[in-house]
């Protein structure tokens, strides 16, 4: 449970993002705005409509401030643990893929800062909070190796795949991801009245998606039939 005070009022969360470490600062201060409102019942819906917009144009418009940027993640364990034949536990030999690539374990987005830093000469040491700003986050055929993903019954299968660049190397480039930080926040915010105000979301608040009418209307339709 994460508590705290404003304005004389105590508000807290058990599994709100604004508590969870991974999620964009931009997206905690929104959703913790908007529980405020709704906690104090002054919750407006066309107030909020406009809120939303403004940061989707700001978002998009590559205008969000570098401290909205930033993530900042833990180094759990040493970095060379990562990213090693990935080994079946039955055979005790290396998994291999489809393609007969063998299979490496997940590099989280802030592991390869540190290999990228470690390349260029940097140390780092476990429990080091490690910053990052997100690139780009696309779907992909491949995986961060290089190789071809497949789903349970063998099928290609596509995942976004994060890449991360430093602070520094953004500063220079100043290039980042608007898809990703834009929907973090309509995701913690939809989180919400998707149990407050559920008859809003795909109606009212229809233009801060990035959805077609016919997507939509069927989202809405959705949203119905589980009411």
Same mark, same amino acid.
């Given at each position: 449970?994460?508590?705290?005070?404003?304005?004389?009022?105590?508000?807290?969360?058990?599994?709100?993002?604004?508590?969870?470490?991974?999620?964009?600062?931009?997206?905690?201060? /929104?959703?913790?705005?908007?529980?405020?409102?709704?906690?104090?019942?002054?919750?407006?819906?066309?107030?909020?409509? @406009?809120?939303?917009?403004?940061? !989707?144009?700001?978002?998009?418009?590559?205008?969000?401030?570098?401290?909205?940027? =930033?993530? /900042?993640?833990?180094?759990?364990?040493?970095?060379?643990?990562?990213?090693?034949?990935?080994?079946?536990?039955?055979?005790?030999?290396?998994?291999?893929?489809?393609?007969?690539?063998?299979?490496?374990?997940?590099?989280?987005?802030?592991?390869?800062?540190?290999?990228?830093?470690?390349?260029?000469? !940097?140390?780092?040491?476990?429990?080091?909070?490690?910053?990052? =700003?997100?690139?780009?986050? !696309?779907?992909?055929?491949?995986?961060?190796?290089?190789?071809?993903?497949?789903?349970?019954?063998?099928?290609?299968?596509?995942?976004?795949?994060?890449?991360?660049?430093?602070?520094?190397?953004?500063? /220079?480039?100043? =290039?980042?991801?608007? @898809?990703?930080?834009?929907?973090?926040? =309509?995701?913690?915010?939809?989180?919400?009245?998707?149990? /407050?105000?559920?008859?809003?979301?795909?109606?009212?608040?229809?233009?801060?998606?990035?959805?077609? @009418? !016919?997507?939509?209307?069927?989202?809405?339709?959705?949203? @119905?039939?589980?009411?």
């Amino acid at each position: 449970m994460s508590e705290y005070k404003k304005n004389g009022m105590i508000f807290g969360s058990k599994g709100g993002a604004w508590i969870k470490t991974d999620t964009p600062v931009y997206a905690c201060e /929104t959703q913790q705005l908007l529980v405020e409102d709704i906690l104090t019942e002054k919750f407006d819906k066309d107030v909020w409509l @406009e809120k939303l917009l403004h940061i !989707k144009s700001k978002v998009f418009g590559m205008n969000l401030e570098e401290e909205y940027l =930033i993530l /900042t993640k833990g180094l759990t364990r040493y970095p060379e643990t990562y990213g090693l034949d990935m080994i079946d536990s039955e055979t005790g030999k290396p998994k291999i893929s489809k393609d007969g690539s063998i299979r490496k374990s997940p590099v989280p987005a802030h592991v390869k800062i540190v290999k990228q830093g470690m390349a260029e000469g !940097k140390n780092y040491d476990v429990g080091e909070k490690i910053q990052y =700003i997100v690139k780009d986050n !696309k779907e992909s055929l491949l995986d961060v190796d290089g190789n071809l993903q497949y789903n349970t019954k063998g099928a290609l299968k596509t995942k976004k795949i994060i890449v991360p660049c430093s602070v520094e190397k953004y500063q /220079t480039e100043k =290039i980042y991801c608007p @898809e990703y930080y834009y929907e973090s926040v =309509i995701s913690v915010v939809s989180e919400i009245l998707l149990v /407050t105000h559920p008859e809003l979301v795909y109606t009212h608040f229809k233009d801060i998606w990035n959805k077609t @009418e !016919k997507q939509l209307l069927r989202l809405q339709e959705k949203l @119905e039939e589980e009411q």
